[in-house]
T-cell receptor, first 114, second 116 residues
Framework: EAAVTQSPRSKVAVTGGKVTLSCHQTNNHDYMYWYRQDTGHGLRLIHYSYVADSTEKGDIPDGYKASRPSQENFSLILELASLSQTAVYFC?????????????FGSGTRLTVL | GDSVTQTEGQVTVSESKSLIINCTYSATSIGYPNLFWYVRYPGEGLQLLLKVITAGQKGSSRGFEATYNKEATSFHLQKASVQESDSAVYYCALSAGTQVVGQLTFGRGTRLQVYA
C-alpha cells in the first residue's frame, strides 16, 4: 500500500545518456519533491511542484529537469547524465506546502552513472 | 545557510540498552526552525518519526524522544531501551520560514544497528 512509488529501484546509465526517474503518489497530495542523497551527505532538494504542469527549482537544480504531467506523477530527467549525478534519488509528497509539513517518501532510486 | 550535524556513521547498541543520537543545528533565518527526526528502515523510504515546532517542547513516538533545546541548538534523539526492530538509518532535519516550501535541511544520517 506504498503511497509514493518510484521506478526504477536502481539504474546504471552511461555518461552523456538520458535518464528518466519516475514517481507516482496515491496520497492525493498537491506537493511533490525530488531529493538526492550522496554518500556521506544529507538529502538535498532538486526540484519540487505544487500543481500539475508546473515545476520549481530547489537548491541544486543544475543538470536536472522535472515534469509534473498530473497530480499523481512527477518525473526527474537527466538529459546528459554525468558521473557527479551518481546518487540515491528520493521522491516525496506532502499535503500542503507548509514548512512544518510531513513529507512522505518513496523508497528511492539508486542511480549509477558510468 | 542552514545546517544540521548529527552523530557520524554507525551506532551499535545491544538490545534493551539505551540510545542517544546527537543532533545540533544552525539556522540563519529569522525565528526558530522546526525540527524533525526521520527514519529509514531497510528497503523503505524515509518516514517521519517525530517533529517539534516549538522551542522547549519534547516530541515522542515509538518510545523515542527528542527535546528542542534552543539555547544549545540541539535536538538529540533518545530511547531508553532499543529493540532489534529499531535498526535503521535516522536523519535529523530542520525547516525554516524562509526556505522553499517543503524544503528540509537534512543531516547525513546515523545508522543504528541493534544486536540481540
Amino acid at each position: 500500500e506504498a503511497a509514493v512509488t518510484q521506478s526504477p529501484r536502481s539504474k546504471v546509465a552511461v555518461t552523456g545518456g538520458k535518464v528518466t526517474l519516475s514517481c507516482h503518489q496515491t496520497n492525493n497530495h498537491d506537493y511533490m519533491y525530488w531529493y538526492r542523497q550522496d554518500t556521506g551527505h544529507g538529502l538535498r532538494l532538486i526540484h519540487y511542484s505544487y500543481v500539475a504542469d508546473s515545476t520549481e527549482k530547489g537548491d541544486i537544480p543544475d543538470g536536472y529537469k522535472a515534469s509534473r504531467p498530473s497530480q499523481e506523477n512527477f518525473s526527474l530527467i537527466l538529459e546528459l547524465a554525468s558521473l557527479s549525478q551518481t546518487a540515491v534519488y528520493f521522491c516525496a509528497s506532502s499535503d500542503r506546502g507548509l514548512v512544518a509539513e510531513t513529507l512522505y517518501f518513496g523508497s528511492g532510486t539508486r542511480l549509477t552513472v558510468l | 545557510g542552514d545546517s544540521v550535524t548529527q552523530t557520524e556513521g554507525q551506532v551499535t547498541v545491544s538490545e534493551s540498552k539505551s540510545l542517544i543520537i546527537n543532533c545540533t543545528y544552525s539556522a540563519t533565518s529569522i525565528g526558530y526552525p522546526n525540527l524533525f527526526w526521520y527514519v529509514r528502515y531497510p528497503g523503505e523510504g524515509l518516514q517521519l518519526l517525530l517533529k517539534v515546532i516549538t522551542a522547549g517542547q519534547k516530541g515522542s513516538s515509538r518510545g523515542f524522544e527528542a527535546t528542542y533545546n534552543k539555547e544549545a541548538t540541539s535536538f538529540h534523539l533518545q530511547k531508553a531501551s532499543v529493540q532489534e526492530s529499531d535498526s535503521a538509518v535516522y536523519y535529523c532535519a530542520l525547516s525554516a520560514g524562509t526556505q522553499v516550501v517543503g524544503q528540509l535541511t537534512f543531516g547525513r544520517g546515523t545508522r543504528l544497528q541493534v544486536y540481540a
